[in-house]
Nanobody, 125 residues
């Protein structure tokens, strides 16, 4: 199963970026979905999650700067990143699980059924 992320790249501090994740192999709305990032030298951390029911949860450190959403018609998951800061520089992964966990518990997960290969976000002026 393949999850494909896109939308990463170079962004200036204070700028915005939208990441996308799609697959042709299952319906995203039927899965618990998360964006997970890995900063250089650090472990992966959940950034934002959306449950099967469509409820979202976010890492508290983000302070409301990111928004996770999904488009059923395009079978695509998004992460809108606003007011980007240097600490947001990381490899961002899309992950999917069949779990019925709430968004809060999805955010804590380390194991998922499917992972994408990631898209790099670089923050620099």
């Amino acid at each position: 199963v393949q999850l494909v992320e896109s939308g990463g790249g170079l962004v200036q501090p204070g700028g915005s970026l939208r990441l996308s994740c799609t697959t042709s192999e299952f319906i995203i709305n039927n899965y618990g979905m998360s964006w997970v990032r890995q900063r250089p030298g650090q472990e992966r951390e959940g950034v934002a999650s959306i449950s099967k029911r469509g409820v979202a949860a976010y890492a508290t450190s983000l302070r409301g700067r990111f928004v996770i959403s999904r488009d059923a018609a395009k079978n695509t998951l998004y992460l809108q990143m606003n007011n980007v800061i240097p600490e947001d520089m990381a490899m961002y992964y899309c992950a999917a699980t069949t779990s019925d966990d709430s968004a809060y518990y999805l955010l804590q997960r380390t194991e998922y059924n499917y992972w994408g290969r990631g898209t790099q976000v670089t923050v620099s002026s």
